[in-house]
């Protein structure tokens, strides 16, 4: 406690720019998001998800059905409206599953390593989300960078 009060304000103020993830950063992070998930899956206003592109992996169309419902629940948020029917942040296994076209075994275990990963967190039985908005962009980075290796 000392510690910090010996920091002085200007010290403290730079602490705290570090840790909080202001307003604008976000939006700035969403927009990126938003930016690269568009060639990958799109949203319609009922909710459902519609994958763009049959390259991907299993395990990558996994991702962006739950990050899609994801963003789509945080834009209803962020502008105060539901634009999005039908979406939370976030996604049960069985409608995985469905989107997919693969088993909920299948997609349980996709799942579970992007959860060990830290891309994917389960909120509740059977319920997945994106970890964070950072770690989408990771993910979206990544399947970039393997997308470009392989074309």
Known sequence: MAEVRNLGENN??????????????EMEI??????????????????E???????MTVKDRIFMVVLARYLAARIN??????IVK????????????RITGKTP????????????EGFIRKTRKGRYTVASLSKALEYLNKLEKEVAKSG
């Open 12 to 25: 403290l103020d730079d602490l705290i720019d570090r840790f909080v993830v202001r307003h604008d950063r």
């Open 86 to 97: 039908n979406v939370s942040q976030d996604t049960e296994l069985s409608e995985i599953a």
């Open 77 to 82: 948020k962020l502008k105060g409206e539901e």
């Open 49 to 55: 998800v519609e994958l763009l592109s049959s390259d």
């Open 105 to 116: 075994k299948q997609v349980s275990a996709r799942l579970s390593e992007m959860e060990r």
């Open 30 to 47: 969403l927009r990126k998001v938003l930016e690269r998930i568009s060639q990958y899956a799109r949203i319609y206003s009922d909710g």
